[in-house]
């Protein structure tokens, strides 16, 4: 009987992958770049060990908000005071930060703990197409919708 096979840190090889943003669904997206991030798509996963690969997401000014959601989401923030709720619509956000937008759904996407916070950090989000990562050779990647 064959043990089951268990990655350790210091065997995971990581890709870069660049993946365009303009005209996908913002949640279709954060959910194929979670995917990505947490290490999903190699034969290798193992659940509680980063071997995900790096990603750089361009366009991301020009990611789709479908339905009303552009007007009727909203980003909520608080101070912590009383009275501090801070509410800022998706367009709006999307005008000002759009890389914040993208950023926020993925790390929505990713677990709450320790292994997600470094997961989230080989996550890069350009609100255009240049990015100052061509040293590392990214691959481009297509979003299966």
């Known amino acids: 009987m064959k043990d089951t096979y268990m990655a350790k840190e210091a ?5 870069w992958w660049v993946v365009d943003a303009s005209g996908i669904p913002l949640g279709r ?22 071997v ?11 990611v789709v908000l479908t339905g009303r959601k552009r007007d009727q989401k909203f980003y909520h923030s608080h101070s912590g005071y009383p009275g501090g709720l801070r509410s800022t619509p998706y367009g709006e956000l999307m005008d000002k930060k759009p890389t914040f937008v993208v950023e926020k ?8 703990n320790k292994l997600g916070r470094r997961m989230i950090k080989k996550l890069k ?6 990015h100052p990562h061509e040293a590392q050779s ?3 990647l297509e979003v299966q919708l």
């Not at 065997?11 to 890709?15: H, K, S």
């Not at 759904?105 to 709450?112: C, F, H, I, T």
Request: charged share 25%; glycine share 6%.
């Open 52 to 62: 995900g690969d790096h990603v750089i997401v361009i366009n991301a000014s020009k």
């Open 138 to 140: 990214p691959q481009s």
């Open 11 to 15: 065997e995971v090889v990581r890709d």
């Open 29 to 50: 997206l954060a959910t194929f770049v979670a995917q990505i991030l947490r290490g999903k798509h190699k034969p290798t996963f193992t659940p509680h060990v980063d």
């Open 105 to 112: 759904a993925v790390r929505g996407m990713l677990p709450k």
């Open 125 to 130: 989000v350009y609100a255009r197409e240049d």
